[in-house]
């Protein structure tokens, strides 16, 4: 025992993890988001903070924050991204293991005759034996290269990766639940829109009629007045089916059937007030909260440690068995002082005649670290762009809006003017047409942007992936360190 515990001790001593240790990488990032205009201090300060709170709660719809409650709790993407998270804890509490000792139990009882050929000359009884056996075995792998360390800080850094998939994935379904909910919103004002001047239009197609019958217009002036009527009207299905899709893909997201929340959703309502600017901060303050960028870090982490773990096969692979039991020719013997056995075992396995496999397999963890460090910096640069392209696009749909409504207001005015003064008798049928056609055009076309200037605010804070559960039920972190 005496050299099996000098060797140990020096040994335990002498322990290091072998393979490089994960620095992270350094990303040259810019100070500030091109093309876009830094926030005026006072309008911004009325803006709701990005990181601080739910951002859905700040377009003060309540049916949409029940959705994204719903989403949250009943969304099947977000299970499933769960018991990925879930697998990943599990593996790395398997890992812990390779820690300790593994320590085992066994019994057994055998009874064996011998034959006449094997004893010749022995009675027949005197031939039978018995043998009974117990023990409690342990083995434990002195971890003095760091394999098994390695192996366990790279399950931690894939238990953190999974923690920020399942983030970025909220992040993912509650903005598209918000993005469909606020379509499906400006869907519906697109149809009243529709509704409204279909009803127009079939006002002055009766107008006409009623002229031609007392010979004042022509069957092409009452044809063209009809095609137009048919043409606007054909509009409204279309959007009926665009509104039915979009109710459906928010039932699918927050966990129920496509027709669930028909009813419930029926009813048209105003689309919300969206802030006029949106402070994201630096493009150094976006890479901190974004739990993409987080996971992609955590991956090259665990790649890096797993350099470790094949680089450790180099070295030797020591291991202390151990066992105590007891034997005897009757059971009843067992456990007694005589029948006492023990052993204490000191193994080396070293495959140092393979030592070129055991390069090939560092080579391929090497590659795999640089996969994941080139997978890290392209991860950073899309976070970057999805943020910029989310602010330019947002703070243009407001200038856009702007004159939209400005041109629907005016077309609305002139297609009144131009009916009052067919009916008149002043102008004629075909400057009704087109101002009626252009009123359509220009309030259809200031729906749709306000609905993509609300679209464009959820863009912006699922880019800065604000407003988001920062960190997972307690029963979820209990295999991060």
Known sequence: MRPVLTVLATALLAACAVGPDHV????????????????????????P??????????????????????????NHDLRIALARYDRANALLRGARFDQLPTIDA???????????????????????????????????????????????EAGRADVAASADDLRALQVAIVGEVATAYLDLRGLQERLRVATENAGNQQHTLALVDARRE????????????S?????????????????AVATHRIAVLTGRTPDALRQQLSAARALPDVPRTIDPGTPADILRVRPDVSAAEHRLHSVTARVGVATA????????????????????????????????????????????RVRARIAAADADAS???????????????????????????????????????DSARAARLARMRFEAGETGLLDVLDAERTQLDAEDAF??????????????????????????????TAGIR
Not at 49 to 74: R, Y
Not at 130 to 146: K, R, T, V, Y
Not at 328 to 355: H, K, N, Q, Y
Request: proline share 5%; net charge negative; charged share 25%.
């Open 447 to 476: 729906a749709s942007g306000r609905t993509r200037t609300a679209t464009g605010a959820v863009a912006v804070y699922r880019a800065m992936a604000g407003g988001w559960p920062q960190t997972l039920p307690a029963r979820e």
């Open 371 to 409: 996969a994941e460090l080139a997978r890290y910096q392209q991860t950073v640069l899309r976070a970057l762009e999805d943020t910029g392209n989310a602010l330019v696009r947002f703070d243009r749909a407001h200038d856009a809006d702007v004159e939209l409504e400005r041109a629907a207001l």
């Open 313 to 356: 096969d180099l070295f030797p692979r020591l291991t202390l068995g151990g066992l105590i039991g007891s034997q005897a020719g009757d059971v009843g013997a067992l456990f007694e002082r005589d029948s006492e056995t023990r052993l204490v075992a000191l193994g080396i396995d070293w495959s140092f005649l393979d030592i070129g």
């Open 24 to 47: 992270r990488p350094t990303v040259a990032v810019p100070a500030t988001f091109a093309d876009v205009a830094p926030p005026d201090a006072t309008v911004a300060s009325a803006a």
């Open 227 to 243: 095609a137009q009527a048919a043409s606007t009207s054909a509009r409204i299905p279309m959007l009926e089916a665009e509104i």
């Open 49 to 74: 903070a990005a990181a601080d709170g739910a951002f859905w709660q700040a377009f003060g719809d309540p049916q949409l924050s029940a959705l994204v409650d719903d989403t949250l709790a009943a």
């Open 214 to 225: 007392a010979g004042q217009d022509s069957d092409f002036d009452g044809a063209r007045a």
């Open 106 to 152: 066994s019994a057994r009882g055998a009874s064996n005759r011998a034959s006449a050929d094997q004893a010749p000359g022995v009675p027949r009884d005197a031939r039978d034996t018995d043998s009974f056996e117990a023990g409690i075995g342990a083995s434990w792998e002195l971890d003095l290269f760091g394999r098994v360390r390695r192996g366990v």
